[in-house]
């Protein structure tokens, strides 16, 4: 009997164990469950934090794109607008340029007129004319120049030295700058000094010159070798103010405003070395040295090469052998004839002053 129960409570007492075994496997499995879900929640969490945070990004990227894409709209419009800023710049600088040059050349007249009544002296030794200048050269040219022909009203203005600081000892004179009171004082004084020379003063000789511009001074000396040209052939010329030449060709005048125009013309009449480096504009130097220059290098030319050039040289010159004044002068030009009149002896006997610096040369 004890032996039948015992039989039958064994397999329950291992129902039992098999139970509890699955029990603890089933718990052992939940907390596994529980700990894989927590980790899950937790990445979760983490997770919609970092999209939080780029989702803000995201909004800040779009703000800045929405913010770029206006400033880009903004400059292109901005760039559209440039080519008619640049047009209408580019239109004042040419309106702005021409009135500069406008100013320019009123302001350099206006300066040659100031110094219509001007004479540049040259020779007087440095502190001859003592403590007052104006007195000194009043004194000397009613002694010298005017001795005979003084004005009824004459009266030095002033009178300085340019420049300002003495030069070292030893060292050429400054030129004395002489104003006048009336400007026909000053035509008379250059005409009696192209009369009588340079005068003498101690141990040199003074001479006189219309006092121009630099500029102006710069345009009349680029005529120096044209006029000399003039002289050898004793063709009548004049300078003009400010640098314009005039020709007298038989019963025909001539305006030349640049030299390389006149050099055309001598050349077309035959009067100039074809290949001569003035006349034909390079770097301008001397005759002399144009002819030792070509001397030293042996480029003498063929005579097809100088027939050539006299050719192009006569085509050139076709506008100025027609040329004729105006039939009644303006009243410029009779300003300039008055200003010329320091030029137009020299054009019939040849040079009376001998100038002692490129400057001084009228």
Known sequence: MEHATSSSSEPYANTQVALQKLELTLQSHTSQFEKILQAILDTKITLEAKIGSVTEDLNILRTDQHALADRVSELERDTVAIPRSVEDLQSQLVHLSTEVDSLKRRAEDAEGRSRRNNIRMVGFPERAEGLSAELFIEKWLTDTILKDNIPKFFSVERAHRIPARPPPPGSQPRPLIV???????????LQLFRKSGPVSFEDGVITAYPDFTAEVQKKRNSFYHVKACLRKHNIKYALLFPARLRIQDDTRTLFFTSPEDAWTWLHAKGLADPLD????GADRPSSTS??????KQGAKPSPEQAQTERSRLLRATSRFVNASPTASSTQADVEQEQDA???SAESTRGPTLTPRTADDIC
């Open 277 to 280: 480096t003035i006349a034909l």
């Open 341 to 343: 009149n320091s030029d």
């Open 290 to 295: 144009g002819r030792r220059q070509r001397k």
């Open 179 to 189: 104003r006048l009171l009336n400007y026909r004082d000053r035509d008379l004084i």
